[in-house]
């Protein structure tokens, strides 16, 4: 019997090393297949059978970044910089807009206890549901008629359609684990909602304003179809940048490599720092 | 704590204030409406993308030329097949990310940290990643297959299995959402419960039949909603890889919206595809929401 009894646990552990082993490789192996990618010289890159081993160059990176030697002799910007700042400035100012209102709108779903504040906290999590070409064709001709196309305001108010939603859902589920009554002391003592919003929820839920912010910048910068349709040269959009690069040049994987590494650093860097904030935010604060 | 004020200690905040602090936001996110409405009335025009001069009101025109499309049944088809190939797979495989994950281990946190990885990476840029590894004769995927003898396959470049690969992507992006949702589930059983059970001589393949299954309800139905939801409008991958092609395996009906506007150029006929596959949107993740709706008022009442 313990004979048995030993061999089908170590039976158990193979198997479950083996699912892990499984897990990894799944989730691992395209990350790290393209990063060795973006750390090969072009011969490399086209080898068969792909190479595992080689000497590892920077050449890639150096061009996307700082562009070619005919771009760097013309002191051109190389256009991933630019697309990578545009990106900035659209996500960046997206996130601080989609704050300022959502502190207020997420703690007033948080703390009204009635059926209409649940139904327009359903309302928000049904903007997910819309395909997004419903707002944003006939967006294009509004744009166009109004000088909007193509401008940063334009692109940070139309990404207000992922970044608002979010962040309100993301904070009002923060804004309830925190308990009323300290609130409700302040209130006895004559602070107004402002008041007690301003220096005793927001100092207070700090982590879940990290969260939202974090989610939403990540989520607009991830976009491709609102720069597809609402940005031209002036404002491309990182994604945009590189599906367009790609298209023309079908064979540069190496900078194609590259370039995505750079892309989802942003992502990476962030689900590595905020593992636990990340979690929540990615369930729209469903899951806690 | 006896109640101070009627209306504050009921329903929370006052009404006056809970619209005013809610309203720059909605203020904000129903300016849309203005073009979601534009855009309604654009499908019963023949309007163009970029020709100048005027349009005419054609009525339902555009959506009875639907119809006879053959190209919009076949686009409503591939939406309905990606969105059920994507279900059937991501939520077992999901479940089973998240079994494993609930496993306590050494290595855990390590493991929960490389799972959200995916889920941060912009799908454009996914599926270019994947579209190097699915070459058919260069690529790093048919050369793994190699190794365990298996044919090398024609992933992306064939109508027969271009479907499958873009799902395949979808998959790997999202399925680590479904594991987390899922993971939080069974986090959420009490492990009085389950200690219970095994100190009955429940194995713990019947702990997770019996116990922690049945419990899972409601986070399915939510890994559902999102899943579903996400991939009745899925356009990023599939533009990043496929367009739509090869012969229209993998053209859904928003990649079919796109094209019809910026290909060509018709925009009231891309707004009736639009407004077409958003009644579905509605109304597939409209039901699943109250489904889900209606299992946490159960958990809240309880």
Known sequence: MPADWSLRALRGHALLALGYLAF??????????????????????????????????LENYVEVLF??????????????????????I????????????????????????????????????????????????????????????????????????ITLPLSVLILASFFRDIPQEIEEAARVDGANVLRILVSIVVPIARPGIASAMIIAFIFSWNNLIFGLVLAGGATRPVTMGILQSMTFDQIKWGLMAASAMVSALPGMVAAILFQRQITRGLTLGAVK | MPPRRQDASENGLARGTFLLLLAPALILLF????????GL????????????????????????RLAGT????????????????????QLPLGLAFALLLDIPGRLQSFFRSVLVLPLLIPPVVAGLMWKTMMQPQQGVLNYLLSLLGIDPQPWLANPATAMISVVLIDTWLFTPLAAIILLAGLQSISVELTEAARVDGASPWQIVRRIKLPLLGPYVLLVALFRVSDALKSLEIIYATTRGGPLNATRTLHVMAYEE???????????????????LCYAISGTLLALWQRQEARRYAR
Do not use: C
Request: proline letters at 5%; hydrophobic letters at 55%; glycine letters at 8%.
């Open chain 1, 24 to 57: 990894a490789f799944f989730v691992l192996f395209p990350i790290v297949w393209i990063f060795l990618m973006s750390l090969k010289s072009f011969g490399d890159i086209i080898a068969y059978p792909p190479r595992f081993l080689f000497t590892p160059t």
């Open chain 1, 90 to 161: 659209i996500s960046g100012g997206a996130v601080l807009v989609s704050i300022v209102l959502a502190v207020p709108a997420a703690y007033a779903l948080a703390r009204r206890r009635t059926g209409g504040a649940r139904n327009i906290q359903f309302t928000f999590l049904s903007f997910r549901f819309a395909p997004e070409l419903s707002i944003i064709l006939p967006l294009y001709v509004i744009y166009t008629r109004t000088g909007l196309y193509d401008t940063y305001a334009g692109m940070i108010l139309v990404h207000q359609l």
């Open chain 1, 67 to 88: 562009g070619g030697e005919a771009e760097r002799a013309a002191g051109e910007i190389p256009d991933l910089l630019r697309f990578l700042m545009n990106s900035v």
């Open chain 2, 41 to 64: 009335y654009t499908s019963l025009t023949d309007q163009k993308l970029y020709a100048a001069g005027g349009t005419r009101f054609v009525g339902f025109g555009n959506f009875v």
């Open chain 2, 70 to 89: 053959p190209l919009f049944w076949t686009a409503l088809g591939n939406t309905l097949t990606y969105t059920a190939l994507v279900v059937a797979i």
């Open chain 2, 261 to 279: 506007a910026y290909r060509w150029s018709n925009l009231g006929r891309a707004m009736a595809i639009v407004f077409v596959l958003w009644a």
């Open chain 2, 31 to 38: 300016l849309s409406l203005y073009p979601f409405l534009s």
